[in-house]
Nanobody, 124 residues
Framework: QVQLVESGGGLVQAGGSLRLSCAVS????????MGWFRQAPGKEREFVTA????????AYADSVKGRFTISRDNAKNTVYLQMNSLKPEDTAVYYC?????????????????WGQGTQVTVSS
Protein backbone atom coordinates (compact mmCIF):
# COMPACT_ATOMS: atom_id res chain seq x y z
CA GLN A 1 0.00 0.00 0.00
CA VAL A 2 1.20 3.47 -0.87
CA GLN A 3 0.59 6.50 1.32
CA LEU A 4 0.91 10.03 -0.02
CA VAL A 5 1.05 13.18 2.09
CA GLU A 6 1.10 16.63 0.52
CA SER A 7 2.41 19.76 2.18
CA GLY A 8 3.45 23.30 1.29
CA GLY A 9 0.14 24.85 0.38
CA GLY A 10 -0.91 28.27 1.59
CA LEU A 11 -1.97 31.78 0.68
CA VAL A 12 0.14 33.73 -1.79
CA GLN A 13 -0.30 36.88 -3.83
CA ALA A 14 -0.58 36.75 -7.58
CA GLY A 15 2.84 36.55 -9.16
CA GLY A 16 4.27 34.71 -6.18
CA SER A 17 5.63 31.21 -5.82
CA LEU A 18 4.99 28.10 -3.77
CA ARG A 19 6.59 24.69 -3.65
CA LEU A 20 4.43 21.71 -2.82
CA SER A 21 5.85 18.44 -1.57
CA CYS A 22 4.40 14.95 -1.68
CA ALA A 23 6.00 12.44 0.68
CA VAL A 24 5.55 8.84 -0.38
CA SER A 25 5.69 5.89 2.00
CA UNK A 26 4.90 2.22 1.87
CA UNK A 27 6.62 1.58 -1.45
CA UNK A 28 9.64 2.82 -3.35
CA UNK A 29 8.92 6.00 -5.23
CA UNK A 30 10.98 4.90 -8.21
CA UNK A 31 8.36 2.24 -8.99
CA UNK A 32 5.65 4.81 -9.67
CA UNK A 33 4.55 7.42 -12.11
CA MET A 34 3.58 10.50 -10.13
CA GLY A 35 1.00 13.11 -10.98
CA TRP A 36 -0.32 16.38 -9.58
CA PHE A 37 -3.97 17.27 -9.99
CA ARG A 38 -6.05 20.13 -8.67
CA GLN A 39 -9.67 20.77 -7.90
CA ALA A 40 -11.27 24.18 -7.59
CA PRO A 41 -14.65 24.63 -5.88
CA GLY A 42 -17.46 23.43 -8.10
CA LYS A 43 -15.12 22.06 -10.73
CA GLU A 44 -13.82 18.66 -11.75
CA ARG A 45 -10.42 17.50 -10.62
CA GLU A 46 -8.01 18.35 -13.41
CA PHE A 47 -4.58 17.27 -14.50
CA VAL A 48 -1.66 19.59 -13.74
CA THR A 49 1.53 17.63 -14.38
CA ALA A 50 3.05 14.16 -14.26
CA UNK A 51 6.42 12.47 -14.19
CA UNK A 52 7.57 9.01 -15.19
CA UNK A 53 9.55 6.75 -12.87
CA UNK A 54 12.83 8.65 -12.97
CA UNK A 55 11.64 12.12 -13.92
CA UNK A 56 13.08 11.81 -17.41
CA UNK A 57 9.70 12.34 -19.02
CA UNK A 58 7.16 14.88 -17.88
CA ALA A 59 3.84 16.29 -19.06
CA TYR A 60 2.07 19.54 -18.26
CA ALA A 61 -1.35 21.03 -18.70
CA ASP A 62 -1.27 23.97 -21.09
CA SER A 63 -2.52 26.26 -18.34
CA VAL A 64 0.63 25.72 -16.24
CA LYS A 65 3.28 25.09 -18.87
CA GLY A 66 6.26 27.37 -18.35
CA ARG A 67 5.19 28.27 -14.80
CA PHE A 68 5.06 24.95 -12.92
CA THR A 69 7.75 22.30 -12.66
CA ILE A 70 7.47 18.76 -11.35
CA SER A 71 10.53 17.08 -9.91
CA ARG A 72 11.23 14.06 -7.82
CA ASP A 73 13.88 12.85 -5.43
CA ASN A 74 13.57 9.09 -5.40
CA ALA A 75 16.17 8.80 -2.67
CA LYS A 76 13.97 10.90 -0.40
CA ASN A 77 10.72 9.36 -1.68
CA THR A 78 9.41 12.84 -2.35
CA VAL A 79 7.86 14.58 -5.33
CA TYR A 80 7.76 18.35 -5.69
CA LEU A 81 5.67 20.86 -7.56
CA GLN A 82 7.34 24.24 -7.98
CA MET A 83 4.73 26.84 -8.86
CA ASN A 84 5.87 30.24 -10.11
CA SER A 85 4.01 33.25 -11.46
CA LEU A 86 0.87 32.12 -9.67
CA LYS A 87 -2.50 33.42 -10.80
CA PRO A 88 -5.82 33.62 -8.96
CA GLU A 89 -7.14 30.90 -11.28
CA ASP A 90 -4.54 28.52 -9.83
CA THR A 91 -6.49 28.54 -6.57
CA ALA A 92 -7.50 24.96 -5.79
CA VAL A 93 -6.82 21.96 -3.63
CA TYR A 94 -3.76 20.23 -5.05
CA TYR A 95 -3.43 16.47 -4.91
CA CYS A 96 -0.55 14.17 -5.69
CA UNK A 97 -1.27 10.76 -7.14
CA UNK A 98 0.68 7.59 -7.88
CA UNK A 99 0.33 4.64 -10.19
CA UNK A 100 2.75 1.97 -11.42
CA UNK A 101 1.74 2.22 -15.05
CA UNK A 102 -1.09 4.61 -15.93
CA UNK A 103 -2.37 4.17 -19.46
CA UNK A 104 -2.78 7.92 -19.63
CA UNK A 105 -0.84 10.15 -17.24
CA UNK A 106 -3.37 12.95 -17.67
CA UNK A 107 -6.38 10.91 -16.56
CA UNK A 108 -7.25 10.95 -12.87
CA UNK A 109 -9.01 7.61 -13.29
CA UNK A 110 -5.67 5.93 -14.03
CA UNK A 111 -4.12 6.62 -10.64
CA UNK A 112 -4.62 4.18 -7.79
CA UNK A 113 -3.22 6.20 -4.90
CA TRP A 114 -4.01 9.73 -3.75
CA GLY A 115 -2.99 12.12 -1.04
CA GLN A 116 -5.43 14.11 1.06
CA GLY A 117 -4.70 17.38 -0.77
CA THR A 118 -3.27 20.75 0.18
CA GLN A 119 -5.01 24.09 -0.33
CA VAL A 120 -3.41 26.73 -2.53
CA THR A 121 -5.02 30.16 -2.56
CA VAL A 122 -3.77 32.92 -4.82
CA SER A 123 -5.04 36.41 -4.08
CA SER A 124 -5.30 39.12 -6.72
Amino acid sequence: QVQLVESGGGLVQAGGSLRLSCAVSGRTLSSYFMGWFRQAPGKEREFVTASNWNGGSTAYADSVKGRFTISRDNAKNTVYLQMNSLKPEDTAVYYCAADRRPRSVTSKDEYDYWGQGTQVTVSS
